[in-house]
């Protein structure tokens, strides 16, 4: 068996019935199943992706983007695989069972109510290892997971190493920039450093075990030279094809959302893109601005289905495959590449709709409200741990202290939540029969 194949559990050499064949793919059908059917997958129905819960039910929530970035990584891969430059590097594109569970799992340590949530939960956690969304995947996936008591969702090397986007632990990186005086109203200041945490160093370095000195050495380097929290430097082509689908996704199914809310300005739209797009040299785009700018402004659906496809389709056409120096293995030397002048149409899309969507007071509002029932939640249970934990909690918070904590509000969604916050601070609110 490969090593990309092997999982950390003792008894990866009994398959699951049904799943017996020794076959690469199958073994990322498996673990694309046990993926969809784990409880923090199905969570991602109700946590937000941009727009909160209950505005509509059409829009996005982290599911069904999770759900449409597997379906780009798919077609990235497909397109990768079709041409012809490519051949020698065919046996290296992922499998689509493997990309789809590497695309599906990239969301699931997300905590409740979004980004705002996330800095709300490192607020509370600075001090005691963190909380960043990448790391509480890692943590689902190799511990916290309901497949294994020991090993999580006990998923194959290459698809758990695939999700990690910052191979990297949080004392490493945390460079926490001063702020005089404290003003707990406003939290922003504290958001988390990209990485994974301090506990599962151990994990990290299973899943690197495969690869020379030489590699684990660079691929684990930081860049120091910013202010603020260092970074990391690299990821492998598995994580560099999803990372290019979720960018994809979150861009252009997003914006979307926003032009079917009305939150876009056509004129606004037109001074801050479309001029923009028109400077650009050799732009396809430009060649039919009339006809996209009349489908993405389209009272119809459908219309503008059509042109968001569209620019899907050229983004997933712009991408190609290159190499790195400085690696042996051709899984961290190989990178998913999108082309420049795709790519910075791509970063103007997402700029556009984080100032004019994802920034504007209405939404920023909502995000301020998610985060004071993070930090609220959080200090009533960290003051009464063993009144308030429910008993298996408290459990690990005797073993785990506030970890175990972020781990119990981070597995929640949006709305239970909301519920046990009314449920702890609304004298109405709230019965013995509800459940955490």
């Known amino acids: ?32 199943a046990r993926i969809i059917h784990s409880a923090s997958f199905r969570s991602l129905q109700s946590k937000t992706q941009v727009l909160g819960l209950g505005e509509s039910d059409f829009y996005r929530t982290r599911l069904t983007h999770s759900l449409e970035v597997a379906q780009v990584g798919s077609g990235i891969c497909e397109w990768l695989r079709d041409q012809s430059e490519n051949n020698k590097n065919e046996s290296l594109i992922p499998s689509f069972s493997l990309i789809e569970a590497v695309c599906l799992a990239h969301d699931i340590g997300h905590s409740p109510f979004g980004h705002g949530g996330e800095v709300a939960m490192n607020t509370m ?3 005691h290892g963190g909380f960043e969304a990448n790391g509480q995947t890692l943590r689902i996936l190799a511990r916290l997971g309901e497949y294994s008591p020991d090993s999580g969702l006990d998923l194959t090397r290459r698809t758990m190493l695939g999700t990690i986007k910052y191979p990297a632990v949080y004392s490493d990186v945390c460079r926490y920039s001063p702020i005089e005086p404290e003003n707990p109203l406003n939290i922003d200041h504290w958001a988390p450093p990209k990485c994974i945490y301090d506990a599962e160093r151990e994990v990290l370095d299973w899943l690197l075990d495969p690869f020379d000195a030489d590699d684990r050495t660079r691929f684990l380097s930081l860049d120091t030279e910013r202010c603020g929290h260092a970074r990391t430097r690299f990821k492998t082509l598995d994580t560099s094809i999803m990372e290019l689908a979720d960018d994809i996704a979150y861009g252009v199914h997003d914006l979307e959302d926003a032009l079917a809310l009305g939150l876009v300005d056509r004129d606004v739209w037109t001074q801050q893109v479309v001029k923009v797009l028109m400077e650009f040299d050799q732009n396809p785009i430009n060649q039919a601005m009339d006809e996209f700018n009349q489908l993405l402004f ?5 219309d503008r289905k059509h042109a968001i496809s569209r620019l899907v389709g050229y983004f997933i056409r712009s991408i190609s495959i290159v190499e790195q120096d400085g690696f042996n293995a051709p899984l961290l030397r190989l990178q998913a590449h999108m082309e420049t002048m795709a790519y910075k149409i791509l970063l103007l899309i997402k700029d556009f709709v984080m100032q004019h969507v994802i920034l504007r007071p209405e939404l920023q509002m909502l995000q301020y409200k998610g985060q004071r029932v993070i930090v609220r939640l959080f200090e009533i249970f960290a003051a009464n741990p063993k009144r308030l ?20 509000l981070s597995s929640m969604t949006d709305v239970s939540a909301g519920k046990l916050y009314h449920k702890l601070l609304s004298p109405t609110s709230g019965s013995i029969f509800d459940r955490p």
């Open 1 to 32: 068996m490969s090593v990309w194949l092997e999982r950390r559990s003792e008894h990866q050499s009994n398959p699951d019935r049904g799943f017996n064949s020794t076959r690469q793919d199958s073994q990322y059908q498996r673990d694309r």
């Open 125 to 127: 956690m600075r001090e």
């Open 298 to 302: 389209s009272t119809a659906a459908k």
């Open 389 to 408: 934990l429910p008993v298996p909690v408290f459990a690990q918070y005797e073993q785990m202290g506030y970890r175990a904590i972020a781990d119990f």
